[in-house]
């Protein structure tokens, strides 16, 4: 029975307190998605006038449930996104600490972010205990794991070792993006991070070859049309252009795959930085 003056959580709050060491990935995902339809509705209906093609009407209602849901829900999520990664940032730089005295230190401050970012990382915190002899108590009752992080096997495993340092763009499994998106384990497989890198240096090349140079042929055999890929997607009688040209979806297409290119890099450490 609750004691008086406090309230019972609801199914909604019993289900959050159940998922307590997944919070870190549902607010990341739930951050990325509403922000991604946010941006998605306010391109459609304000930046390309959806609203008012009559062609398109019919995804002027989703496009307005993706602005305002987005909205909503970014307006919630993304602050707290904002304090986890916060927390993330604090124990991954104490996990890389090398001085007894200065763990021994920061401990309150570590496990409080371990705490909030749930067993993976309190693993990780207790391995670091271990490997610098500092008494943790009862308080983890989890087996402990590399402080650093850990490389994923192909079954999804944590391999405990610590992973290579110096690796290539092309070679690691410790991408930023792999670290940016908590849980997607497939991303820290070297075929998966070369599959993107792969894909997204060469969607954005031939994305901005098209745009500044052309890919198309005109009537005089010479190859210096661009395929406007705003006017494609609305089915407009005219989509070729005399290079160069510029359309707001070829644009918003070259951003999105060179950020995802450059979020597969190695990510770096703040003890890299510093040197």
Do not use: C
């Not at 390309?48 to 496009?63: F, I, N």
């Not at 703040?270 to 040197?275: F, K, P, R, V």
Request: without cysteine.
């Amino acid at each position: 029975m609750a004691r008086r003056g406090t309230a019972s959580p609801g199914s909604f709050g019993r289900w959050w307190e159940s998922q307590s060491d997944r919070h870190f990935q549902i607010i990341a995902y739930s951050t990325i998605i509403s922000v991604s339809s946010m941006v998605w509705g306010f391109v459609f209906l304000f930046v390309l006038d959806g609203h008012s093609d009559p062609e398109v009407e019919h995804l002027v209602p989703w496009s307005w449930l993706a602005f305002i849901g987005g909205l909503a829900v970014a307006f919630y999520a993304a602050p707290e996104f904002a304090v986890y990664s916060g927390q993330r940032q604090i124990l991954e730089d104490i996990l890389h600490l090398d001085s007894r005295p200065e763990i021994l230190r920061r401990h309150k401050e570590a496990e409080d972010a371990a705490d909030m970012l749930g067993k993976s990382y309190q693993a990780r915190l207790m391995g670091l205990y271990m490997m610098h002899n500092v008494k943790i108590g009862k308080k983890y009752k989890i087996e402990s794991v590399s402080p650093h992080r850990s490389a994923i096997s192909p079954e999804g495993d944590e391999i405990r070792i610590q992973s290579p340092s110096g690796q290539s763009w092309w070679y690691t499994t410790d991408s930023t993006l792999a670290n940016t998106l908590p849980g997607l384990h497939p991303l820290r497989k070297q075929s998966v991070n070369q599959g993107l890198i792969a894909g997204s240096l060469t969607g954005t090349m031939l994305l901005a070859y098209n745009t500044m140079l052309g890919l198309f042929t005109s009537s005089s055999g010479e190859r210096d049309h661009t395929l406007d890929l705003t006017a494609s997607i609305y089915e407009f009688e005219r989509v070729y252009e005399i290079s160069p040209h510029y359309d707001a979806i070829s644009i918003l297409f070259i951003s999105l795959f060179a950020g995802l290119l450059l979020s597969t890099r190695p990510r770096t450490e703040s003890g890299e930085e510093e040197e």
